[in-house]
């Protein structure tokens, strides 16, 4: 496994040794039980535990090991393989509890490669070390992205922040970008019942410095969540837990069966230039 990481307090490249982590500086950073390793610094965390907290991060996982979004899923996994190349170094910016990530090592295996997995959350972050062993795992903000400059040739972001003055240094000049988000009308059955005048997501094609933009792909399907718990992971998983109204939620709170639309868009970028 490449040692990728570089310590957050001096940009040195880290070296893994036994059970940690050190730079020639002296800078030391221990290595969980689980495999991952905790590189935000304090002045860089906004709260205690910064991130998803441990309720989203269990109902995201109940309701991604379900398959519903397995279409996504398998639509990254088929760009990435594409993409790929000999021996990619591929970022998860905002990996979450690993559901993506674990699936896109297995293709980035395949091709020689090494897969690190970066989140704010330490609880998703723990998961994620669990389901992905083999790949490199760290508690990191994705604005501060633990990572030396050109180091890395896939990055994939999904419905996480959009650091792109970040993502543009550490994509090495012609690697490949994949921006995942939602469709206009995406779990627009969900919003009818939270919210009295449901709005659809704005969809525009973004043009950033550096990148070209290859193509916009589309991933959409129709599913129905037939039990009170998938549908109450599907609510928690998102941002609308913290956004609905009460009413809304007291509405959603009598819902024991629900059939949702999923709409995605991966924008597909090259890097054009450091």
Same mark, same amino acid.
């Given at each position: 496994?490449?040692? !990728?990481?570089?310590?957050?307090?001096?940009?040195?490249?880290?070296?893994?040794?036994? &059970?940690?982590? %050190?730079?020639?500086?002296?800078?030391? /950073?221990?290595?969980?039980?689980?495999?991952? =390793?905790? !590189?935000?610094?304090?002045?860089?965390?906004?709260?205690?535990?910064?991130?998803?907290?441990?309720?989203?991060?269990?109902?995201?996982?109940?309701?991604?090991?379900?398959?519903?979004?397995?279409?996504?899923?398998?639509? !990254?996994?088929?760009?990435?393989? %594409?993409?790929?190349?000999?021996?990619?170094? !591929?970022?998860?910016?905002?990996?979450?509890?690993?559901?993506?990530?674990?699936?896109?090592?297995?293709?980035?295996?395949?091709?020689?490669?090494?897969?690190? $997995?970066?989140?704010?959350?330490?609880?998703? =972050? %723990?998961?994620?070390?669990?389901?992905?062993?083999?790949?490199?795992?760290?508690?990191?903000?994705? *604005?501060?992205?633990?990572?030396?400059?050109?180091?890395?040739?896939?990055?994939?972001?999904?419905?996480?922040?959009?650091?792109?003055?970040? /993502?543009?240094?550490?994509?090495?000049?012609? $690697?490949?970008?994949?921006?995942?988000?939602?469709?206009?009308?995406?779990?627009?059955?969900?919003?009818?019942?939270?919210?009295?005048?449901?709005?659809?997501?704005?969809?525009?094609?973004?043009? *950033?410095?550096? /990148?070209?933009?290859? &193509?916009?792909?589309?991933?959409?399907?129709?599913?129905?969540?037939?039990?009170?718990?998938?549908?109450?992971?599907?609510?928690?998983?998102?941002? *609308?837990?913290?956004?609905?109204?009460?009413?809304?939620?007291?509405?959603?709170?009598?819902?024991?069966?629900?059939?949702?639309?999923?709409?995605?868009?991966? *924008?597909?970028?090259?890097?054009?230039?450091?």
């Amino acid at each position: 496994m490449k040692d !990728l990481f570089v310590c957050p307090q001096c940009k040195r490249a880290l070296i893994r040794e036994e &059970s940690l982590y %050190r730079c020639s500086a002296g800078h030391c /950073f221990d290595m969980a039980k689980e495999g991952y =390793v905790n !590189l935000l610094p304090v002045q860089q965390r906004h709260s205690k535990t910064p991130g998803d907290d441990k309720t989203m991060v269990a109902a995201r996982t109940r309701f991604l090991d379900g398959g519903w979004y397995a279409p996504l899923r398998d639509k !990254l996994c088929r760009l990435v393989d %594409r993409l790929g190349g000999k021996q990619p170094v !591929l970022l998860d910016a905002g990996c979450g509890e690993g559901y993506y990530t674990a699936a896109l090592a297995q293709v980035i295996a395949a091709h020689d490669g090494q897969t690190v $997995g970066v989140d704010l959350s330490k609880a998703a =972050v %723990r998961r994620t070390a669990k389901r992905c062993p083999d790949a490199l795992s760290a508690v990191a903000s994705v *604005y501060h992205l633990p990572l030396a400059d050109a180091s890395v040739d896939l990055l994939v972001n999904c419905f996480s922040p959009l650091a792109i003055e970040e /993502f543009r240094r550490v994509l090495r000049a012609g $690697g490949y970008f994949l921006y995942v988000v939602p469709g206009a009308r995406h779990l627009w059955e969900l919003k009818e019942i939270l919210y009295e005048n449901p709005y659809e997501n704005e969809e525009k094609q973004e043009a *950033y410095d550096g /990148f070209q933009l290859l &193509s916009c792909e589309s991933v959409e399907s129709r599913f129905t969540l037939q039990t009170r718990e998938d549908v109450e992971s599907l609510f928690h998983m998102t941002p *609308y837990t913290w956004k609905t109204p009460k009413e809304g939620a007291a509405r959603l709170s009598e819902v024991n069966e629900l059939t949702v639309t999923a709409q995605f868009r991966i *924008y597909v970028y090259r890097k054009t230039k450091n």
